[in-house]
Every structure is written in structure tokens, then in C-alpha cells.
């Protein structure tokens, strides 16, 4: 299971927090050290592709807790039978949207389902985004003031 920072950068998930059965909140944070962006992503069931062979009663009796026992940022695929699912393909529609296509690694199960990975809301904001900021500011700014400002911070010539 791995996150993407929108600088691009690897992301490391820490906190995880289930909201529902069928979603989970996992806090994020950049592993690259100038960005220190971290934010909540959100991985939500989206629909079945296969069924799992098990009966109702087996499902109802597992997932809820079992699924906040296998939390774990290496394991957070979970089928609703509480057992291990895996990764076995995933689209990424854009940097704050991707569709996960899970199978269940429970042979005697094998539900097959599509959860969808999407970013809920900033913690703390990228520097990166800070220092953009600035310079498209800056940059708006007619010259004169900019080399006023330079000035000041003692920073030109
Ligand atoms: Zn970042
Ligand atoms: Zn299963």
C-alpha cells in the first residue's frame, strides 16, 4: 500500500482510523524532507466484482473488528471476511484520486472488489506550496518593489 504526496514524492502512512466497515482514514505525511506536507487519505469499498463464497453470516461475524486489528500501513487491503486482500492493479485517475482493484487472499473466499484511494483534507501544508506561493507573488509584483523589498532583506548586490 503506498501513498503519493502531491509533489510527487513517496508518502509514509502513520495513523490509521476506520470511519465506517467499509472506510478507512489514513494519515499521511511526505517523506521529502522540504515538503512536510501531511493529510488525510481515504480508502473506501467501492463496489464487488466478485462475491465472496462465504456465507453472510461468516462476513457479518469478522471484518469490523478484525479489520482495525489488521491495520498495518504493509497490509491495509482487507477483505470484509477480515482476511489479507491484495493490490492487483490500480488506475490512477489523477494525483488525488486512485481506483485499487483488490482480491481477497483467502481462497475459500475469493471476493474480488474495487476500493477507491482519495485525498480527504490537508494536516499540516506542503512548504513547497509556500515557497511557490511567494515567488508567483513576487513575481506579480512590479520590479521596483520587488528590488525595494530585496533591499530591505538585504539580499540584492
Ligand atoms: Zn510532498
Ligand atoms: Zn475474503
Not at 494536516?123 to 506561493?133: F, M
Request: with cysteine.
Amino acid at each position: 500500500m503506498r501513498v503519493t504526496c502531491k509533489c510527487g514524492h513517496k508518502g509514509r502512512i502513520g495513523n490509521c482510523q476506520l470511519d465506517s466497515p467499509e472506510s478507512l482514514s489514513l494519515e499521511s505525511q511526505c517523506l521529502n524532507v522540504h515538503c512536510g506536507h501531511a493529510w488525510v487519505a481515504k480508502l473506501e469499498f467501492y463496489r464487488t466484482i466478485t462475491p465472496s463464497a462465504l456465507s453472510a453470516e461468516r462476513l457479518q461475524n469478522g471484518p469490523q473488528d478484525t479489520l482495525l486489528h489488521h491495520v498495518k500501513p504493509s497490509a491495509l487491503i482487507i477483505c470484509k471476511c477480515g482476511h489479507k486482500g491484495r493490490i492487483r492493479d490500480s488506475t490512477k485517475h489523477s494525483a488525488d484520486f486512485v481506483t485499487l482493484y483488490c482480491d481477497c487472499l483467502d481462497p475459500s473466499c475469493g471476493h474480488r472488489w474495487v476500493s477507491n484511494l482519495t485525498f480527504s483534507r490537508t494536516i499540516s501544508p506542503s512548504a513547497l506550496d509556500g515557497e511557490r506561493l511567494l515567488f508567483d507573488r513576487l513575481r506579480a509584483l512590479p520590479k521596483q518593489q520587488v528590488r525595494e523589498l530585496l533591499d530591505q532583506l538585504g539580499v540584492s548586490r
